[in-house]
């Protein structure tokens, strides 16, 4: 089908995982609507696929209204609906890539299937001014170091297990924070507060890294010095208890003495220091290889701060920029959908068809042809 080529309009929906987004965004990157949701679950809990999926079927149908009310915008003047076809957890993507096809039908509009982790670094491109970044790429599913090349974002490194917002998330539940905003963001004001640095497991591999023996070891080093029970049964074991070394009874883990007055906040303030010095090594190492000088951060822990200010210095070292967004960008939206979808609608004059349009829950990034650079 022939592309219009001038005032493209395009309709995202974002689903993926726990927030469901509907935005609606110019080819010029101009964001005319940006509507979210998100499925928080009770403290101490992570969200499940089905009950995710239930939350975006009750709220998609009214993102869409409000998003067309707050763009002022008639159906009529939208040129393509866009939808995550993934990477992403299975019943939320389907639920909305179904009503996806549903507006696409009704409104015979044409329907574009978009991969949720390129959405993510074009969003970063098109907010902050990027021509050519090294991209770290960090949320709850995915922790990449991605950098463009022969028409494809390439990854140069990345987790061999576990993401780093699954690993902030899954220590969140060790100390019954609250998911409301998110995890993290509770993480993130904990660690403020904290004065001792504990040291932890270090493993960057290369150019991956591995989280899940660090997770476990935190969660180990918690349930030793910071459940009550086991606090109480030192007070009772006598005046040697507690020195040298101590195998925790969950893991059978060695463990380090550690300071007498620790704290959640100390353990939150380490844990996101050592995850965050592995991003930064990595990162810095692909912009040495590639000779880059921007860094953009995406993604929903791209929010941090303290990951900011760390990617900032070493950006100031080496001379580069780094180019960090807030909240509405960098966690998960319908504009970064509607924006990438349209790059595809117009450089590639890409429609997905009814029958092909599917969600996978494994869609790497460099399996897309970015055709748009």
Not at 226 to 240: D, M, R, T, V, Y
Request: overall charge neutral.
């Amino acid at each position: 089908m022939a592309v219009p080529q001038e005032g493209l309009i395009a309709l995202g929906i974002e689903g993926s995982a726990n927030k469901v987004g509907v935005g609606i965004v110019k080819e010029d990157g101009s964001i005319l609507a940006n509507v979210r949701k998100t499925y928080i679950t009770p403290a101490g809990t992570g969200f499940q696929p089905r009950e995710t999926a239930i939350h975006h079927q009750e709220n998609i149908l009214g993102l869409v209204r409000d998003a067309l009310k707050e763009a002022k915008l008639e159906v009529q003047k939208i040129n393509c609906i866009c939808y995550t076809k993934g990477p992403g957890m299975g019943a939320p993507l389907q639920s909305c890539a179904i009503v996806a096809r549903m507006l696409s039908q009704l409104w015979q509009i044409p329907l574009v299937g978009v991969n949720h982790c390129v959405a993510h670094i074009e969003m970063g491109r098109v907010v902050t001014g990027s021509k050519d970044p090294v991209v770290l790429y960090v949320s709850g599913g995915n922790t990449q170091i991605i950098a463009y090349s022969n028409k494809r974002y390439r990854i140069f490194g990345e987790t061999i297990d576990i993401a780093v917002g699954n690993c902030l998330d899954r220590f969140a539940r060790v100390l019954d924070l609250s998911n409301d905003p998110a995890p993290g963001y509770n993480i993130e004001q904990l660690a403020k507060k904290g004065k001792h640095y504990v040291e932890l497991p270090y493993v960057v591999k290369g150019m991956d890294m591995s989280l899940s023996g660090l997770l476990s070891h935190v969660e180990a080093v918690t349930r030793q010095k910071l459940n009550s029970n086991a606090i109480a049964e030192k007070n009772q074991a006598g005046p040697n208890a507690g020195k040298g070394e101590r195998k925790d009874k969950k893991s059978s883990m060695i463990i380090p003495d550690l300071p007498e007055d620790l704290t959640p906040a100390d353990m939150c303030y380490s844990l996101q220091e050592t995850v965050f010095a592995m991003l930064v090594e990595t990162t810095e190492r692909a912009m040495a290889h590639c000779g880059n000088k921007e860094v953009l951060i995406v993604g929903g822990v791209g929010c941090n701060l303290r990951l900011q200010e760390m990617i900032g210095k070493m950006a100031a070292d080496r001379g580069a920029t780094p180019c960090g967004m807030d909240d509405r960008y960098c966690i998960d939206n319908g504009a970064m959908i509607a924006y990438t979808g349209l790059l595809q609608f117009k450089h590639s004059n890409v429609v997905t068809p009814l029958e092909e349009s599917v969600v996978t829950q494994r869609y790497r990034t460099d399996e897309v042809e970015v055709t748009w650079r």
